[in-house]
């Protein structure tokens, strides 16, 4: 069982639309990641959150890291076809030796 | 700069047989880990380390060795193959200072158990 759920796991949008997607656990982390992952690669860093209640925004994408730091949230505003990809959110333990585990995945497709 | 190496980038085993994944990194990263990705799962952590000499399991471990001699490598060992163990495996690394790290991650490994 994976501490981290990610919802929806699939999303089919047109261009120019706005989505959220959600990353929850019942578990505390230190800090809370977003990466995006293209097909045929690893895994690519977007963002980190630290503090409870964090809001960081990239371009057209704004994440939020929960007052409790069990959850966060990814709101992509007026999606391209360039943002069509696999959505990994990653939770660091906050226990002595860092662990990172990651979220099921939102797979993003955005149409022309 | 080349970041962190896996090898092979395809592997085809049979049943029962064995085999090491290599990853390798090259800027001096103490934490070295490997995932597995199935479809639907994400990503799930096998295992993990703080630097050489030090190992930890993650979730879903049953199955893999791994070992740190070095800063540098930390392969993954397959002992006996399984269909189960068919997925894309990942190497990633990073400094172990905080929790805010970013994760560096390989292209990653398309092994296939028949």
């Known amino acids: 069982t994976q501490l981290l759920e990610q919802s929806p796991q699939f999303l089919s949008i047109q261009e120019g639309e706005n989505l959220t997607v959600y990353c929850n656990s019942s578990s505390v982390f230190s800090s809370l990641q977003w990466y995006r992952q293209e097909p045929g690669e690893g895994p690519v860093l977007l963002v980190t959150v630290v503090t409870g209640g964090e809001v960081k925004k990239l371009k057209r994408l704004t994440f939020q890291f929960g007052d409790a730091r069990k959850d966060s949230s990814l709101h992509i505003t007026a999606a391209q076809t360039g943002d069509t990809g696999l959505y990994l959110c990653a939770g660091a333990s906050l226990r002595g030796t860092y662990k990172y585990i990651f979220g099921t995945g939102t797979r993003l497709k955005v149409l022309a | 700069n080349a970041g962190v190496t896996q090898t092979p980038k395809f592997q085809v085993l049979k049943t029962g047989q064995s085999m090491t994944l290599q990853c390798a990194q090259d800027m001096n990263h103490e934490y070295m880990s490997w995932y597995r990705q199935d479809p639907g799962m994400g990503l799930r952590l096998i295992h993990y380390s703080v630097g050489a000499g030090i190992t930890d399991q993650g979730e879903v471990p049953n199955g893999y060795n791994v070992s740190r001699s070095t800063t540098e490598d930390f392969p993954l060992r397959l002992l006996s193959a399984a269909p189960s163990q068919t997925s894309v495996y990942f190497c990633?690394?990073?400094?172990?200072?905080?929790?805010?790290?970013?994760?560096?991650f390989g292209s990653g490994t398309q092994l296939s158990v028949l």
């Open positions: 990633a690394s990073t400094t172990a200072g905080t929790a805010n790290e970013k994760l560096f």
